[in-house]
């Protein structure tokens, strides 16, 4: 059984910072990519931000200078410190990973269930 909770979205005016989190547990052999994705209403679900194993990002370009992703691999946790909000910056964020519960398993893909984001004007 695998687990994404995700945490640390809340109400925040424009200008303000947040940092997000998602925690992976249960049976995780590795953690190949995390990704952050975002969802407003009405709207498509969009990439945000993603880390690989080693490191390397990747930002949507409406987020690039304001938004930094992290991992801790020990703690199988990802971050997104989210400074200088706008109001179009609100949305569900939702945390997908890809990883291996064993060895000689394939990669699969997790979604956590959302933490909502709202920056007021």
């Known amino acids: 059984q695998v687990q994404l909770v995700e945490s640390g979205g809340g109400l925040v005016q424009a200008g303000g910072s947040l940092r997000l989190s998602c925690a992976a547990s249960g049976n995780i052999f590795s953690i190949n990519v995390m990704y952050w994705y975002r969802q407003a209403p009405g709207k498509q679900r969009e990439l945000v931000a993603a880390?690989?194993?080693?490191?390397?990002?990747t930002y949507a370009d409406s987020v690039k200078d304001r938004f930094t992703i992290s991992r801790d691999n020990a703690k199988n946790t990802m971050y997104l410190q989210m400074d200088a909000l706008k109001p179009e910056d609100t949305a569900v964020y939702y945390c997908?990973?890809?990883?291996?519960?064993?060895?000689?398993?394939?990669?699969?893909?997790?979604w956590g269930q959302g933490t909502q984001v709202t920056v007021s004007s």
């Open positions: 880390v690989t194993s080693g490191g390397g990002t």
């Open positions: 997908n990973v890809v990883l291996r519960v064993a060895t000689l398993t394939r990669p699969s893909n997790y």
